[in-house]
C-alpha cells in the first residue's frame, strides 16, 4: 500500500526511445557497445534484463548514462518507495536506482565490487557515500580512502573512477541529473 509501483524498472523502452533519437540502428549500437543485436532487441522489448555492466556499455553507446536510462525508465510521480531487493547479495556486483522517474535528483546504491578501471565524468555535482564496506577513489590525481560513513563530494566534471576495496561494500550515489544544466563556468 502507498507504493507507486511493485514492479521492476523496465528499461527497454528507454533503451529504445533514445537509440531512436540518435537515428541509429541496432547493429549500430550493437557495434559500439559490443553486445549482439539479438541482445539488445531483447533488452529493447523487456525480454532480457541488462547487467550492469551491459547497460553501462549500452548507454555508452548511445551516448548517454546507466543512471539516465534508468531514470527515463518510468514516468515521474510525486511520492514513491521504491523497496529494498529481497534477493540474497551474490558475488556478482549488482547496482539498483534508489529513484524512478525522471527527476532533478538521482540516486543509485552500488553493491559489490565495481569495475575500477572504466573513468566517470558527469556533467553536475555528486556525493558518494560508504554505506557499508570501504572504497578506494581517484579523482584530480589523488586517492582517498573512505570507509563506512564517509562521504565524497565531486563537482561537475572532475573525472574520477573507484573500486570497492571489502567485499559486500555498499556505495550510495546522490547526483544532480544529467538532464539538469547545473555546471556554471567556473573562474579558475
Not at 41 to 62: F, G, M, W
Not at 64 to 88: G, K, M, N, Y
Not at 150 to 168: F, K
Not at 176 to 188: F, G, L, Q, Y
Amino acid at each position: 500500500m502507498g507504493d507507486h509501483k511493485e514492479q521492476r524498472l523496465r528499461v527497454g523502452a528507454a533503451v529504445r526511445r533514445r537509440r531512436r533519437s540518435l537515428d541509429l540502428t541496432l547493429a549500430a549500437v550493437a557495434a559500439r557497445s559490443g553486445l549482439s543485436v539479438p541482445f539488445l532487441s531483447q533488452i529493447e522489448n523487456d525480454r532480457a534484463r541488462p547487467s550492469t555492466s551491459s547497460l553501462e556499455k549500452v548507454a555508452d553507446a548511445l551516448r548517454t548514462t546507466a543512471v539516465e536510462l534508468l531514470a527515463a525508465a518510468d514516468p515521474a510521480c510525486s511520492v514513491d518507495v521504491v523497496r529494498a531487493e529481497l534477493t540474497e547479495p551474490g558475488p556478482e556486483p549488482h547496482s539498483r536506482s534508489l529513484v524512478r522517474g525522471h527527476h532533478q535528483m538521482h540516486a543509485s546504491e552500488y553493491t559489490g565490487g565495481h569495475e575500477a578501471g572504466r573513468e566517470f565524468q558527469y556533467r553536475n555535482d555528486q556525493l558518494m557515500y560508504v554505506a557499508d564496506g570501504a572504497v578506494e577513489i581517484e579523482a584530480e590525481g589523488r586517492a582517498y580512502r573512505l570507509g563506512r560513513g564517509d562521504t565524497l563530494y565531486l563537482t561537475g566534471g572532475v573525472r574520477h573512477r573507484w573500486r570497492a576495496t571489502v567485499a559486500d561494500t555498499r556505495v550510495v550515489v546522490v547526483a544532480v541529473a544529467e538532464h539538469i544544466e547545473a555546471v556554471r563556468n567556473r573562474k579558475r
